[in-house]
């Protein structure tokens, strides 16, 4: 600096037109100067850059699998299968009961069968238009419990007159034949006091109640599912109240019902609860026949 101010102060004795050259020179000097003395360096600031998204990479495409198909549900109807051998065919009828009572839910109740047990039950319903007729075969037990009331009544020969004195024409009226080795004989009565006719009017019902229930609950499975809670209902009625016959040859269909995934729980149930109830009162019968054996 000292040198630059004697260059100044010479400069003073010399011509305008170099004194002129001199200042440009000292202000040139001074604006190269500045930053290094009060300017601080400027930074650029670096702006954020954006990624370039990678290219989508395109999956390696899998093999399809095949189709496999879905099990059937619990709750699904089986397709039941034709069955392989024909129900059994009534020779020729042989027993013959007929029930009538106008007015009656079942105003009308036709049962014929060979001596094998099997043939056929045709009843009217209040509120059905036609009469229904379906297949039956009577168990072994039932079978000889009719035969052996035949029998003490002597049934082909007697004459007896079966009506009860008081009997009431609104109970019904009850049409019983019997046919063997080409004689037929028919005895018709609406309530009677001989036991082994009673019997009979008795156990022919208990084979109606069986029958139509039947015929009944298979419809109701097949068609209205939410109605077997209301048969199974009637079935332990009936059985509690005596109105069934045989009641152990029903196992099998009971154990049937019970695991029928087509039936509502609650019917299923009751299934379960009378199967129970059956060979819990079987198994007693027969420790008592065992007993008086002894």
């Known amino acids: 600096m000292n040198r630059l101010s004697n260059r100044i102060a010479k400069s003073a004795h010399q011509t305008p037109s170099m004194r002129t050259k ?17 300017q601080k360096k400027r930074t650029k600031k670096r702006r954020p850059v954006k990624k370039t998204p990678a290219a989508a990479v395109s999956p390696t495409p899998n093999p399809t699998p095949e189709a496999v198909a879905e099990p059937p549900k619990l709750n699904s109807r089986p397709d039941t299968p034709a069955e392989s051998v024909a129900a059994p065919k009534m020779s020729k009828a042989t027993h013959i009961y007929l029930f ?13 069968h060979d001596d094998a047990g099997i043939g056929t039950i045709t009843f009217d319903k209040m509120d059905l238009d036609e009469p229904m007729e379906d297949s039956i ?19 082909l020969d007697s004459a007896e007159d ?3 004195k008081k009997a009431s024409v609104a109970t019904g009226t ?8 080409g004689r037929s004989r028919t005895a018709k009565f609406n309530w009677s006091d001989n036991p082994d006719a009673k019997f009979l009017m008795d156990e022919y019902r208990r084979i109606s109640n069986e029958f139509i229930w039947k015929f009944e609950m298979e419809v109701a499975r097949e068609n209205q599912p939410l109605e077997t809670p209301r048969l199974m209902q009637r079935f332990s ?40 109830a059956i060979e819990k009162a079987e198994a007693k019968r027969l420790k008592k026949e065992e007993k008086a054996k002894d």
């Open 237 to 276: 009625s009936f059985y509690e109240s005596s109105e069934l016959p045989d009641p152990p040859h029903f196992l099998p269909l009971l154990r049937k019902l019970a695991n029928d995934e087509i039936l509502p729980l609650i019917a299923r149930n009751d299934a379960e609860r009378l199967i129970k």
């Open 22 to 38: 001199i200042c440009i020179l000292l202000a040139a000097l001074c604006l190269a100067a500045a930053p290094a003395f009060g």
């Open 162 to 164: 079966y009506n009860a």
């Open 174 to 181: 009850i049409s019983i034949t019997l046919t063997h080795d």
């Open 137 to 155: 075969e009577l168990s072994p037990a039932t079978l000889n419990a009719l035969n052996a009331a035949f029998t003490r009544l002597n049934f």
């Open 100 to 112: 009538e009572r106008p007015g009656f839910m079942y105003p009308r109740i036709e049962i014929r």
